[in-house]
């Protein structure tokens, strides 16, 4: 079955950089665009970056521009999310999705941004 395992969140200070995996199995991983998706507290979960097939691009949402990169390995069936410059608001539950005949979540990895 589909399964995505994110990990790699943690406290990190203002300013800090971390990185995001998401392990993915259950599916041909290089025909699925794979997306990241955050929920803060108190509010909607929220696209953060998609990166597409067949080098079709990637998108990021305008609040994680220039800080995120999101980039993935149709080898390791994984894709990252490599973020810096982080902010108190990016603290959130990071979420990595999939669209396999039916929308698939990961259980999220948390990310505090904390001095």
């Known amino acids: 079955q589909v399964q995505l395992v994110e990990s790699g969140g943690g406290l990190v200070q203002p300013g800090g950089s971390l990185r995001l995996s998401c392990a993915a199995s259950?599916?041909?991983?290089?025909?699925?665009?794979m997306s990241w998706y955050r929920q803060a507290p108190g509010k909607e979960r929220e696209l953060v970056a998609t990166t597409y097939i067949d080098d079709g691009g990637t998108y990021y949402a305008d609040f994680v521009k220039g800080r995120f990169t999101i980039s993935r390995d149709n080898v390791k069936n994984t894709v990252l999310l490599q973020m810096k410059s982080l902010k108190l608001e990016d603290t959130a539950v990071y979420y990595c999705?999939?669209?396999?005949?039916?929308?698939?979540w990961g259980k999220g990895t948390l990310v505090t941004v904390s001095a």
């Open positions: 999705r999939a669209w396999v005949g039916d929308l698939h």
């Open positions: 259950g599916f041909s991983f290089s025909s699925t665009a």
